[in-house]
């Protein structure tokens, strides 16, 4: 089922929500150049201050239609559904308050959230990684699902795209987002072309100027392929994908990514300040860098998705004369 935003996107694609990468600034130029933008609420460090940056995307973008009479696409924000979160209760009531037109929902599909979400109109997407989680999601009555398959930025999975898509359109008729080393126009028809609704895409708003990554976390993007990229749960005690040179100048070595269990980090930490510590210093990517070569501006990039996106189409109607 395609989502009820569809005709005010410019291009079948969501910027993911990316931790301690995605904030006001990314999120206003993508839904200004007509893919939705999202940001975590745990990106902001209180409560106040995510609501401040909600106020914030939504003047902007209100002030954007008024100029120049197009709509914008809508915005999102990712909630981490999950006991150890604190906030995810006073940052849901933000999200109600003002009406954020998308919630992302990460470790827990809760269906008194959906209920909520859905009382003021809004639309819930939940990501996934593995059929069990989808089936649990489904039953929650979220509106989307987003596949995270291997390859991905992040917590990924490891199921190949085509057969994720394949096992959860077997019994989910809504929305499904494909994520997973989508970083070209071209694989953003790829995506559609496996089945899904929306391309999700991370690894490639990093090096975008309106994101909030460190110039030398960009850089090491810029100089890194996929071999470069390493599944593991040392880090966060769940299996992500991080940049290999910033697991190793941060002296952890194969033996240790090679690890089930996480690293301590520190005892002086609380276990949510030393994730958000482990984030800041070792880097998260997906496969995808392989495609990536540069910094520039999101509407830069956006157009540029754009034109991929329609050269893949063309060439796909070209390829369907020819065989069929």
Avoid at 178 to 186: D, E, F, H, M
Avoid at 292 to 308: F, Y
């Amino acid at each position: 089922m395609h989502p009820p935003f569809l005709d005010r996107l410019s291009l079948p694609a969501v910027a993911a929500p990316m931790f301690l990468i995605s904030g006001p600034q990314l999120v206003i130029e993508c839904c200004k150049n007509g893919i939705v933008g999202t940001f975590p609420a745990l990106n902001h460090r209180t409560t106040e201050g995510f609501e401040e940056w909600v106020i914030e995307i939504k003047e902007a973008l209100e002030a954007f239609e008024k100029e120049t009479g197009k709509k914008a696409a809508p915005f999102g924000v990712n909630l981490i559904v999950h006991p150890t979160n604190p906030r995810v209760q006073p940052d849901l009531e933000i999200c109600i308050k003002h009406k954020v037109p998308l919630i992302i929902t990460s470790l827990g599909a809760v269906s008194d959230l959906v209920n909520a979400v859905h009382s003021y109109g809004g639309l819930v997407y939940h990501d996934i990684i593995k059929k069990r989680h989808a089936e649990k999601a489904a039953e929650a009555g979220v509106d989307g699902l987003i596949l995270v398959a291997a390859g991905a930025g992040g917590h990924a999975g490891a199921l190949n795209p085509m057969a994720l898509v394949n096992e959860i359109k077997a019994f989910f008729k809504k929305t499904i987002l494909l994520s997973g080393c989508i970083s070209t126009g071209q694989d953003i028809a790829s995506a559609l072309q496996m089945g899904a609704n929306l391309a999700y895409m991370g690894t490639r708003f990093i090096n975008v100027k309106e994101s909030m990554a460190d110039p030398k976390y960009q850089e090491m993007i810029i100089n890194s392929k996929a071999e470069d990229i390493v599944y593991t749960a040392a880090v966060s005690g769940v299996n992500a994908n991080f940049l290999r040179p910033s697991l190793e100048a941060m002296g952890i070595t194969e033996e240790l990514w090679s690890q089930t269990k996480k690293i301590d980090f520190g005892s002086e930490l609380d276990a949510a300040k030393a994730e958000a510590q482990a984030w800041k210093t070792i880097w998260s990517a997906g496969q995808g860098v392989t495609a990536i070569d540069d910094i520039r501006s999101t509407a830069d990039l956006i157009t540029d998705l754009k034109r991929e996106f329609k050269v893949a189409l063309e060439s796909q109607q070209q390829n369907y004369k020819t065989y069929c």
